[in-house]
Each structure stands twice: as C-alpha cells, then as structure tokens.
Nanobody
C-alpha cells in the first residue's frame, strides 16, 4: 500500500512563495501520474498540476506561469513550487499518485495553504 505524505504548507503573504513536498511511503511501485489537487472552502476539488511518467506536465489555467510541478521517481516524490501566490490560491492541497495498472489512486491527507492579502 502506498501512502503519500505532504509537507511544506502554511501561511504566506500574497506575492510570496511556498514549496509543497509529497513522499510516498509503503510498497514502492511505478507511479504513472503524480500531482497536486486543491479544494477551497465551498468548492469542488480541482486538479492543479500533474506530472506524468513520460515527462509531460499539465497545469490548471489559474496557476500556469506561477506553479511548477516536479518529481523524483527514485523517491516516489512530487513537489510543487508555488510562486506569486494569490489569496485565491488558499485551499487544502492534496497529493495524488495514480497508477494505470491497476487503476488506482493514492491520496495524501491534505495540507493547508493560506495566502493573506
């Protein structure tokens, strides 16, 4: 069983930066997609940034040019560098690791990011 664990959240002023980290413990498997989702109060969980084993990455339009996702396959780790943070980035951020075979998702417990204006 793979269990992702997030770290690096907190409170930051608008315009500041934070880096989130997620390292998966447990049985190590080849993770096809590693990335980050977020959920703000009263809103649905949304995809923020995804990193594919192929090297491709995808970003939500709202974070393009500000956030960068990266991964370390040897450590089963994924990172999210967040720059030029805005109050609307405030949310609980969840690490997600997904395998295609079997079709399975592994979620972290979530970590709070708060951006003050």
């Amino acid at each position: 069983q793979v269990q992702p664990v997030e770290s690096g959240g907190g409170l930051v002023q608008a315009g500041g930066s934070l880096t989130l980290s997620c390292i998966a413990s447990g049985r190590i498997v080849s993770i096809d997609v590693m990335g980050w989702y977020r959920q703000a109060p009263g809103k649905q969980r949304e995809s923020v940034a995804l990193s594919y084993l192929s090297g491709d990455t995808t970003y939500a339009d709202s974070v393009k040019g500000r956030f960068t996702v990266s991964r370390d396959n040897a450590k089963n780790a994924v990172y999210l560098q967040m720059n030029s943070l805005k109050p609307e980035d405030t949310a609980i951020y969840y690490c997600n690791e997904h395998t295609f075979v079997p079709d399975r998702d592994y979620w972290g417990q979530g970590i709070q990011v708060t951006v003050s204006s």
